[in-house]
């Protein structure tokens, strides 16, 4: 049984930090690239992040560049957003999601590029 568990939401001001984990169990966790994405209330599921199943390369959203990293270990299956200066308009509940490589690069941005997902952890920035 695959399952993503997130962990580490919570509330924060803005301008300050987070870091979301996302443990996975029940797949081949190094053949797999790894998604955040969010989801405001009333809004659409959005990209956020993405690595690649080693890690060489990254994906970020425009609007959470420079400021949000993605990583991952996989020694420990887990993959991590790290999020700084944190502002309002990030307030969300944040999922992490599974996809078997290989994924087209238009994909890796996408929900349809994806197999599995979490539950979500859920974020809160006060002004």
């Known amino acids: 049984q695959v399952q993503l568990v997130e962990s580490g939401g919570g509330s924060v001001q803005a301008g300050g930090s987070l870091r979301v984990s996302c443990a996975v169990s029940?797949?081949?966790?190094?053949?797999?690239?790894m998604g955040w994405f969010r989801q405001a209330p009333g809004k659409e599921r959005q990209f956020v992040a993405a690595i690649t199943s080693g890690g060489d390369s990254t994906y970020y959203a425009d609007s959470v560049k420079g400021r949000f990293t993605i990583s991952r270990d996989n020694a420990k299956n887990t993959v991590y957003l790290q999020m700084n200066s944190l502002k309002p308009d990030d307030a969300a509940v944040y999922y992490c999601?599974?996809?078997?490589?290989?994924?087209?690069?238009?994909?890796?941005?996408?929900?349809?590029?994806?197999?599995?997902w979490g539950q979500g952890t859920q974020v809160t920035v006060s002004s």
């Open positions: 999601a599974a996809g078997a490589e290989p994924i087209h690069t238009m994909m890796v941005v996408s929900i349809r590029g994806y197999d599995y």
């Open positions: 029940g797949l081949h966790f190094s053949t797999y690239a």
